[in-house]
């Protein structure tokens, strides 16, 4: 696997990456450096080096809280959003659309540079709910939208609440939407409105939310989505996360996707990725996965080899017994 992942590093261009290869033992990979650029590109890549999520939050922290909520039967997955959200009184999407993407909302805002938590408030008031099609259309929107579902149940926002349910039950220290241990942290891209990003979400709308949103905007390192990996892979009863019945929910699937995840390789394997260059793949069934962390878009978005070679490697470790 370790000469699989070198080849990995020069097909892509990229600096460098943390990756965990999870079966009945779990093997860690910490290849190249922390960056393309100085200082970052004179330091190896640590064992605790801290990676923007980017879009694995909506797996690791607000589907997985989604599903809890749901498990303790606070939530059902037929419930509307204006149920929990009665401000938002035309908003009669159900929780399970959100979680599907079908929801019908759109995949982003056109004009991000206006993007405040006012103007979210009042897209979502004023918002005209489409005819329920049912069609996946992949949506920030609907996610930023669960997360306050979350918030209005738990009473708190989403950092606390993801510490107290998530996190600190599975021992995930490092885990946060506010990282401290600016040495630790990878850097992401170098813009001209926000320099190098260093330690703050990459990404643009939870950036300029202000606060921790259910999109994106999670902090990391390898051992602590080893923890949740192994977590997601334990048998009824032995889960500190969810029952039975939720993993048996997750087996289902509707147009190559599950409850948050994707699947695109196989009915019982669940999978996600991140705008940075992150992503988890877990074959609830065989209790095997793969997690490859990279700050792929670090100093510039210029990896155009990335996504195919990316998708090449997980569907190579799911296909072989060993890689």
Do not use: C
């Not at 093997?27 to 650029?37: A, D, F, H, P, V």
């Not at 080096?49 to 922290?61: P, W």
């Not at 074959?283 to 195919?308: C, E, G, S, V, W």
């Amino acid at each position: 696997m370790e000469k699989r992942l070198h080849e990995f590093i020069e097909n892509t261009g990229i600096a460098g990456l943390s990756a965990a290869v999870i079966d009945q033992q779990v093997r860690n990979y910490s290849l190249g450096k922390m960056g393309k650029i100085p200082p970052f590109s004179e330091q190896t890549v640590s064992k605790g080096a801290i990676y923007d999520l980017a879009s694995l939050t909506k797996v690791i922290g607000t589907t997985t809280r989604i599903l809890q909520l749901v498990q303790s039967r606070q939530l059902t997955l037929l419930t509307q959003v204006a149920e929990i959200l009665p401000r938002f009184s035309q908003l009669t999407m159900t929780i399970e659309d959100l979680l599907l993407h079908r929801s019908g909302l759109p995949a982003d805002f056109s004009d991000k540079s206006r993007f405040s938590s006012r103007t979210l408030m009042q897209f979502f008031k004023t918002y005209e709910q489409p005819a329920q099609t049912k069609k996946v259309n992949y949506s920030d929107i609907g996610y930023l939208l669960l997360g306050m579902v979350i918030e209005a149940i738990d009473g708190t926002d989403l950092e606390r609440s993801f510490q107290r349910y998530i996190f600190r039950p599975l021992g995930m220290k490092d885990t946060t939407y506010f990282p401290k241990n600016l040495n630790r942290i990878v850097p992401t891209e170098s813009t001209e409105e926000r320099g190098l990003i260093l330690g703050e979400v990459h990404d643009s709308k939870a950036f300029q939310l202000g606060r921790p949103a259910g999109s994106a905007g999670l902090f990391s390192t390898l051992e602590d989505l080893t923890a949740f990996t192994k977590a997601m892979m334990e048998e009824q009863g032995q889960s500190v996360l969810f029952t039975g019945t939720v993993r048996t929910q997750l087996l289902q699937t509707y147009q190559q996707r599950t409850l948050g995840w994707e699947k695109p390789f196989g009915e019982t394997i669940i999978y996600h990725t991140g705008f940075t260059g992150t992503s988890i793949g877990i074959d609830l069934k065989q209790k095997r996965a793969l997690i490859l962390l990279t700050n792929r878009i670090h100093p510039t978005r210029d990896t155009p080899y990335f996504m195919k070679e990316r998708y090449a490697l997980y569907r190579e470790f799911f296909k072989e017994e060993q890689i």
